[in-house]
């Protein structure tokens, strides 16, 4: 080869050709680290918001208890009917002989039996009612300690701070550290967490209402919407006429997936409140309400995935003679099940979320039981998370962090269920 | 390989199997087919060569209705099989296709068991009373389609698990377990090696002699080795229609021969 022919031929080591490759090598790397930045600081955030979660939450996860010798006095319970009994009685008579000083001194009486949660004697009475022998024997009971000296004992409460602003007087610190030197005051799990229903008390406080709530809610949602969903999406994508109004629906359904879901609690309570009148605070309808903003998710996910069904299966099953309908069901929504499963649990993973239309419809109601059918008032855990944010009383913030704790794991289980069935379905297919 | 087979040249007289008049057929604004008229033979292969986008493949769906699940497609004309108009009212698409199998260019089996692919047809259309009449169809058709010395042994695993030539096989055996008269084959080998293509091949070569073989193909060898009848097709209309031996050795239309001796395509 000559010079020549080589002076006309691109030179491919040359330095024009040695920058631009430079160029291409830099802008490269320049998208690459922009990639690991945005993913770190994704990462960065994530991590914030559950050790912040977490650092505040896992307070609420123990909770103060004392112990106490009682002694089931007969004169004190009905026998007939343990229901009825002085059980709040019982149980400052058994502190105040930890403190025979004070018996006599009302004042000191009140404050010395403010360290007994409010709903103490009930963990007592629910004993003495499930064994009624119990009476007239002495018992050791757990019962759980006030706000307050739940907050003191958890290292909350600063004892630096001037007695005016303290919420414990320092003679009720000093009654506390006596007990605590004796040995009575511990801080198991909190059960009562998930045990119990709501309370204004916080060491009383828990979750359970607001989990069935969620429960019968999400039920009702999913039994609406997937059906309904799957129906209309097989319908729209399989047998319905491609036209202008078939068009016009199909742009419908997106833009509802795009309506804020405060709107959907207004519609709620104008319809299903207001003209059919349902009941307020029901699951049951928070349940119809999450349907109509998981509808839309569920159409949509599930057109696209039997969208996504290679047309090869559908001539095949054509070509044997299947008729369309033994052609969708038979082959086209097997093959699709995964894409909307996985559609519709992340509708569901949104509507467990949701609290907006259920603040309108009056699932943020102070329930303290839990519901019995999906028909009786209840809260969810998104309401509850608002409503416990709310409280003023110091015990409800670490509660509130631990409520999103357990909503956020809820939701991870569900996206969990989700990968789980997608996997499963592909292998079977 | 060719010589091996002993291919039945001598096309007997047998009866009209398919008629079609003045065919037409339009995609949206295409006019795809053109006035085609075609008699196609009883137990005979007949071949539908041609450049691509001609519209051999569009005839060929149009004999068992499949362009009826297209929506842009609309199909003129009268096409009879055994005499019986197909677009009569009284003729339901979906029987229609049990009658004519078809087989796809890409193998296409389900993504279930090989039984399961076999017995799908059988199964929607009631033909078997009980088990044990579904498995002798099963096998019967595995066996038709050369394949069951190959998949006896597993037929409970996935038909998506066979080699490419062996789901095709399959697909073919699908088709066939339903009795069609007349089996559409739509460029069957194209997705296929040399070795699965000569298997499919020959096939085709045992089938004929139950069925009316209609196959599509690019390859014009293919068409000479296991056709009977050959019919050209060229911008949509049917050029030339023959005996395979006639259309490759003595084409009457020039646009034929320039296409058989390669100088369109």
Redesign the interface.
Same mark, same amino acid.
């Given at each position: 080869m000559t010079e020549q022919t080589a002076s006309n031929k691109f030179d491919w080591a040359g330095p024009a050709f040695k920058a631009r490759l430079n160029k291409r090598k830099r802008s490269q790397l320049t998208l690459k680290l922009l990639g690991l930045g945005a993913i770190s600081i994704a990462f960065g955030m994530l991590f914030l918001l559950v050790a912040s979660l977490v650092s505040t939450g896992y307070h609420a996860f123990t909770q103060t208890h004392i112990e106490v010798e009682v002694f089931l006095d007969p004169e004190q319970i009905n026998a007939d009917d343990p229901n009825r009994g002085n059980y709040r009685q019982i149980i400052t008579d058994t502190l105040v002989t930890q403190f025979p000083e004070v018996a006599d001194d009302r004042a000191e009486l009140r404050k010395l039996t403010s360290i007994l949660s409010n709903g103490a004697q009930f963990s007592i009475r629910d004993e003495v009612v499930a064994d009624p022998d119990l009476i007239g024997q002495t018992v050791t009971f757990k019962v759980p300690v006030s706000d307050p000296y739940d907050q003191l004992n958890k290292g909350l409460m600063d004892r630096e701070t001037p007695e005016e602003f303290r919420r414990l007087k320092n003679e009720e610190i000093a009654n506390f550290d006596i007990l605590k030197e004796r040995g009575m005051v511990s801080k198991p799990l909190n059960t009562a967490l998930i045990t119990n229903a709501d309370s204004r008390f916080p060491e009383l406080a828990g979750l359970k209402g607001a989990i069935i709530g969620s429960f019968y809610a999400l039920l009702t949602c999913f039994l609406l919407s997937f059906p309904i969903g799957i129906g209309a999406a097989i319908y729209l994508e399989e047998f319905a006429p491609?036209n202008k109004v078939s068009d016009l629906i199909e742009i419908n359904i997106n833009n509802l997936a795009a309506v804020p879901s405060v709107v959907f609690g207004l519609l709620a309570l104008a319809v299903f409140l207001g003209w059919f009148g349902m009941p307020r605070s029901a699951p049951f309808v928070g349940g119809m309400t999450l349907a109509l903003m998981t509808l839309p998710t569920i159409i949509i996910a599930t057109r696209a995935s039997l969208k996504a069904v290679?047309p090869?299966?559908?001539? $095949? $099953? @054509?070509?044997?003679? $299947?008729?369309k309908q033994?052609v969708v069901f038979?082959?086209v929504l097997p @093959?699709a099940m995964p894409g909307i499963l996985t559609g519709t649990i992340i509708g569901l993973a949104q509507a467990l979320g949701e609290t907006a239309p259920l603040l309108l419809i009056g699932m943020n109601a102070f329930i303290t039981s839990a519901p019995a059918t999906p028909f009786d008032s209840a809260t969810a855990l998104p309401t509850q998370i608002f409503i416990w944010a709310d409280s003023p009383e110091r015990g409800f913030v670490s509660r509130t962090s631990a409520a999103i704790l357990v909503l956020l794991s809820f939701l991870i289980m569900m996206n969990g269920i989700a990968i789980f069935l997608r996997q499963k379905f592909q292998r079977k297919? | 390989m060719n010589d091996m087979r002993k291919i039945e040249r001598d096309v007997k007289m047998t009866d009209t199997k398919i008629t079609a008049r003045n065919v037409n057929v339009h995609y949206g604004d295409t006019h795809a087919i053109k006035d085609v008229n075609v008699d196609i033979a009883d137990k005979t292969v007949t071949a539908f060569i041609g450049p691509s986008g001609c519209g051999k493949s569009t005839f060929l769906r149009c004999l %068992?209705r499949?362009n009826d699940?297209i929506?842009v497609c609309r199909v003129q004309g009268d096409i009879r099989i055994d005499g019986k108009d197909i677009h009569d009212k009284s003729v339901d698409p979906?029987?229609?296709? /049990?009658?004519v +199998?078809?087989? *796809?260019q890409?193998p %296409? #089996? *389900? #993504?279930k068991s090989i039984y399961d692919n076999i017995a799908? +047809?059988p199964r929607?259309?009631g033909l078997a009373k009980s088990k044990a009449e579904l498995d002798e169809i099963v096998e019967k058709a595995l066996r038709r389609g050369a394949i069951w010395d190959e998949v006896k042994d597993r037929l409970t695993q996935s038909g998506t698990g066979l080699s490419g030539g062996q789901q095709q096989r399959l697909?073919i055996a699908? /088709?066939i /377990?339903?009795e069609p008269d007349i089996l559409l084959m739509d460029e069957p080998c194209s997705a296929l090696d040399p070795i699965a293509t000569a298997q499919v091949e020959e096939l085709i070569d045992e089938l004929h002699r139950d069925y009316s073989v209609i196959i599509v193909t690019h390859s014009m060898q293919q068409a000479a080795r296991v056709s009977q009848k050959t019919a050209f097709f060229h911008l949509g209309n049917l050029v030339e229609f023959g005996d395979t031996d006639q259309i490759f050795t003595d084409p009457k239309d020039p646009r034929t021969e320039s296409y058989i001796t390669g100088r369109i395509g």
């Amino acid at each position: 080869m000559t010079e020549q022919t080589a002076s006309n031929k691109f030179d491919w080591a040359g330095p024009a050709f040695k920058a631009r490759l430079n160029k291409r090598k830099r802008s490269q790397l320049t998208l690459k680290l922009l990639g690991l930045g945005a993913i770190s600081i994704a990462f960065g955030m994530l991590f914030l918001l559950v050790a912040s979660l977490v650092s505040t939450g896992y307070h609420a996860f123990t909770q103060t208890h004392i112990e106490v010798e009682v002694f089931l006095d007969p004169e004190q319970i009905n026998a007939d009917d343990p229901n009825r009994g002085n059980y709040r009685q019982i149980i400052t008579d058994t502190l105040v002989t930890q403190f025979p000083e004070v018996a006599d001194d009302r004042a000191e009486l009140r404050k010395l039996t403010s360290i007994l949660s409010n709903g103490a004697q009930f963990s007592i009475r629910d004993e003495v009612v499930a064994d009624p022998d119990l009476i007239g024997q002495t018992v050791t009971f757990k019962v759980p300690v006030s706000d307050p000296y739940d907050q003191l004992n958890k290292g909350l409460m600063d004892r630096e701070t001037p007695e005016e602003f303290r919420r414990l007087k320092n003679e009720e610190i000093a009654n506390f550290d006596i007990l605590k030197e004796r040995g009575m005051v511990s801080k198991p799990l909190n059960t009562a967490l998930i045990t119990n229903a709501d309370s204004r008390f916080p060491e009383l406080a828990g979750l359970k209402g607001a989990i069935i709530g969620s429960f019968y809610a999400l039920l009702t949602c999913f039994l609406l919407s997937f059906p309904i969903g799957i129906g209309a999406a097989i319908y729209l994508e399989e047998f319905a006429p491609k036209n202008k109004v078939s068009d016009l629906i199909e742009i419908n359904i997106n833009n509802l997936a795009a309506v804020p879901s405060v709107v959907f609690g207004l519609l709620a309570l104008a319809v299903f409140l207001g003209w059919f009148g349902m009941p307020r605070s029901a699951p049951f309808v928070g349940g119809m309400t999450l349907a109509l903003m998981t509808l839309p998710t569920i159409i949509i996910a599930t057109r696209a995935s039997l969208k996504a069904v290679p047309p090869s299966i559908r001539e $095949a $099953a @054509l070509g044997v003679g $299947a008729s369309k309908q033994q052609v969708v069901f038979g082959h086209v929504l097997p @093959l699709a099940m995964p894409g909307i499963l996985t559609g519709t649990i992340i509708g569901l993973a949104q509507a467990l979320g949701e609290t907006a239309p259920l603040l309108l419809i009056g699932m943020n109601a102070f329930i303290t039981s839990a519901p019995a059918t999906p028909f009786d008032s209840a809260t969810a855990l998104p309401t509850q998370i608002f409503i416990w944010a709310d409280s003023p009383e110091r015990g409800f913030v670490s509660r509130t962090s631990a409520a999103i704790l357990v909503l956020l794991s809820f939701l991870i289980m569900m996206n969990g269920i989700a990968i789980f069935l997608r996997q499963k379905f592909q292998r079977k297919w | 390989m060719n010589d091996m087979r002993k291919i039945e040249r001598d096309v007997k007289m047998t009866d009209t199997k398919i008629t079609a008049r003045n065919v037409n057929v339009h995609y949206g604004d295409t006019h795809a087919i053109k006035d085609v008229n075609v008699d196609i033979a009883d137990k005979t292969v007949t071949a539908f060569i041609g450049p691509s986008g001609c519209g051999k493949s569009t005839f060929l769906r149009c004999l %068992n209705r499949m362009n009826d699940t297209i929506d842009v497609c609309r199909v003129q004309g009268d096409i009879r099989i055994d005499g019986k108009d197909i677009h009569d009212k009284s003729v339901d698409p979906v029987q229609l296709r /049990a009658h004519v +199998g078809m087989v *796809f260019q890409k193998p %296409n #089996p *389900f #993504p279930k068991s090989i039984y399961d692919n076999i017995a799908y +047809g059988p199964r929607i259309h009631g033909l078997a009373k009980s088990k044990a009449e579904l498995d002798e169809i099963v096998e019967k058709a595995l066996r038709r389609g050369a394949i069951w010395d190959e998949v006896k042994d597993r037929l409970t695993q996935s038909g998506t698990g066979l080699s490419g030539g062996q789901q095709q096989r399959l697909c073919i055996a699908r /088709a066939i /377990a339903t009795e069609p008269d007349i089996l559409l084959m739509d460029e069957p080998c194209s997705a296929l090696d040399p070795i699965a293509t000569a298997q499919v091949e020959e096939l085709i070569d045992e089938l004929h002699r139950d069925y009316s073989v209609i196959i599509v193909t690019h390859s014009m060898q293919q068409a000479a080795r296991v056709s009977q009848k050959t019919a050209f097709f060229h911008l949509g209309n049917l050029v030339e229609f023959g005996d395979t031996d006639q259309i490759f050795t003595d084409p009457k239309d020039p646009r034929t021969e320039s296409y058989i001796t390669g100088r369109i395509g």
